[in-house]
């Protein structure tokens, strides 16, 4: 997906972008993602929270028309206890304490705000297709290293995600295994999202055709099957706090690998014959970076030459 973007966000600067993909969009940990607008598991602070503000407002844009697949969604964070206000405070304009009397039985304190939520295998397709009509391509291709990229560019756009961990070299990159359940959109309107254990999240979060629940967060775990106990799991704990989930029919699972390091990595390296610009390494905020990293890119590229 950030590979994608960033595509676009080059076409649109007036640069020659293709995109050569491993998997095609639709088989990638992107396509899984519940995808909530959410700065999750990236660092730094300063530059994440930059991005973030950056993607939110493209993607509050992007939710004003009808045939892009986002849409504003209130929603609440919850806490067992007392918290101090997030760090990424700034990137979202309407943020808000919970009331008490707003919050549900065993829970503390909390945050209400508006945030983008993408129907990611619409949305994945929609990158593609303003791709293509920008006159970019998208072309399937396994690549043994970076300098294999066809057509021998100058400037190439290392957005591999956990692939980068072959194709940079990098072994500070390490999977944060996910699993979900898709069930039927029941009428919910609303978000939910009570990370304070951080290996089993539980996250409500309704698109237009489904809700989407969660989750799991295992470092250092490749993707797999999904696992029809932890599948259970989860929907207790979704039910437990949203209990209409507890009647609404199962769709799918699905299970992913979210990208993560120390901090992002987006940065210019000069290499014989050209520039490399990497851009990955963001975890589980992908949709939240995407569009704030994406134009970073663009300038990295236009400094290159």
């Known amino acids: 997906m950030v590979g994608l973007t960033s595509a676009i966000r080059l076409r649109q600067a007036g640069l020659d972008a293709h995109v050569v993909a491993r998997e095609l ?5 992107s396509a899984v993602a519940a995808a909530l607008w959410y700065p999750y598991r990236a660092l730094p602070q300063d530059r994440v929270t930059a991005w973030s503000a950056r993607s939110y407002a493209v993607l509050a844009a992007l939710a004003a028309d009808s045939t892009v697949p986002v849409t504003m969604r209130r929603g609440r964070e919850l806490f067992a206890t007392r918290v101090t206000d997030p760090w990424w405070q700034a990137a979202v304009p309407d943020l808000e304490r919970v009331r008490g009397d707003d919050l549900p039985p065993g829970y503390a304190d ?14 994945l397709r929609w990158l593609v297709d303003t791709l293509t009509g920008l006159g970019g391509s998208l072309e399937r291709r396994n690549l043994a290293s970076l300098d294999d990229v066809p057509g021998n560019p100058r400037t190439v756009v290392d957005c591999a995600g956990l692939g980068a961990r072959e194709l940079a070299a990098d072994p500070s990159l390490v999977p ?12 919910l309107e609303e978000w939910l999202l009570d990370q304070e254990d951080a290996g089993l999240l539980t996250y409500i979060v309704p698109r237009r055709d489904d809700v989407v ?5 295992e470092p250092g775990l490749e993707p797999g099957p999904a696992d029809p106990q932890v599948a259970s799991a989860i929907l207790r704990r979704c039910a437990t706090l ?5 009647g609404a029919r199962v769709l799918g699972h699905n299970v ?18 050209g520039t490399v610009v990497h851009c990955y390494g963001h975890g589980g905020a992908g949709v939240t970076l995407s569009w704030g990293c994406a134009e970073e890119v663009v300038s990295l590229v236009g400094a290159t030459g």
């Open 25 to 29: 969009p639709a088989d990638t940990t």
């Open 110 to 123: 909390g945050f209400r705000f508006t945030a983008p939520v993408l129907d990611m295998p619409h949305y």
């Open 176 to 187: 944060v295994r996910g699993q979900v359940v898709y069930v039927e959109q029941f009428g």
């Open 213 to 217: 629940l969660g989750g799991t967060a």
């Open 242 to 246: 949203e209990p209409r989930v507890a």
């Open 256 to 273: 992913g690998a979210r990208p993560t390091r120390p901090a992002v990595r987006l940065e210019a390296e000069r290499r014989a014959g």
